[in-house]
């Protein structure tokens, strides 16, 4: 997908998945969330891919949002009022469903749908030059596809006023809100990554992968009924081959070697 507006490239333990439209500042529109859809199915099925990194190209943006301008080509509110799928819905569960661990580099201004996709994520890390915010209210829109991956996230208060005044968050304010893991200067952006993917590829990926279903299962759950399904799930955790594997390597003082089953 070299010539796409999306790129997937594998980085050792990484597969970094890159929204190229810089002189639209990486906006959103059918063909950028299908080729993002794509990049991440193929990355899941790829044995060596333990995490995914998503971004955009250069420094301006990470993701300005979906394109607004008057007939833009697949932009997201140009859409058949007869079917209910909106391609950015998809996107943002694709993320959130996605079995292997996703980081969002945010490497400039994440606009609309560029913080839904980075509240979409399970890991964000920020340049402290980049701001975060939902600013369709401006132009006489509310971002309602974004409305569900971004209250999963963010305390409701704080939530409304980025939708009800358009200010977007500073570096520092996201941090605090615990909407980013992370704020770093742009020249050590890459440096967190790279120490991030290289924790989290030491770890089991079996364990990762059962770990990750169990959470975003049990968001919905009441809490009687998260306790019945962790505690149904916790045993067949502990039947997988990498559960064996830690625990022998544990007994024998060694570091683990990880199947992935």
Not at 212 to 222: I, Q, S, V
Request: glycine fraction near 8%.
């Amino acid at each position: 997908m070299t010539e796409s507006v999306v790129q997937s490239q594998a980085l050792g333990k990484e597969v970094r998945i890159t929204i190229r439209r810089p002189d639209n500042r990486n906006a959103l529109n059918r063909e950028v969330a299908d080729g993002i859809m794509a990049a991440i199915c193929a990355a899941e099925t790829d044995s060596d891919c333990r995490v995914i990194v998503l971004t955009g190209e250069g420094e301006r943006a990470f993701c300005a949002g979906g394109d607004i301008k008057a007939g833009a080509d697949g932009g997201p509110f140009v859409q058949d009022p007869a079917d209910p799928d909106h391609f950015a819905g998809r996107l943002f569960e694709t993320i959130q469903a996605c079995r292997k661990p996703t980081i969002a580099r945010i490497n400039g201004v994440a606009m609309g749908a560029g913080a839904g996709i980075i509240c979409a994520c399970d890991l964000a890390v920020m340049a402290d030059h980049a701001r975060i915010g939902t600013p369709e209210v401006k132009v006489g829109l509310f971002p309602m596809t974004i409305v569900p991956p971004m209250m999963r996230v963010l305390p409701r208060r704080r939530l409304m006023e980025m939708f009800i005044t358009g200010v977007p968050l500073t570096a520092e304010e996201a941090l605090q809100f615990n909407l980013v893991n992370y704020v770093t200067d742009a020249a050590g952006l890459d440096d967190k990554v790279a120490e991030l993917v290289a924790q989290i590829a030491a770890q089991s990926p079996s364990a990762i992968r059962l770990g990750k279903y169990a959470c975003h299962a049990m968001e919905d759950m009441t809490y009687p009924q998260q306790m019945r399904f962790a505690e149904t799930l916790l045993p067949r955790v502990a039947q997988t081959e990498d559960a064996r594997e830690g625990f022998d390597a544990f007994i024998e003082k060694r570091k683990p070697e990880w199947t992935g089953r």
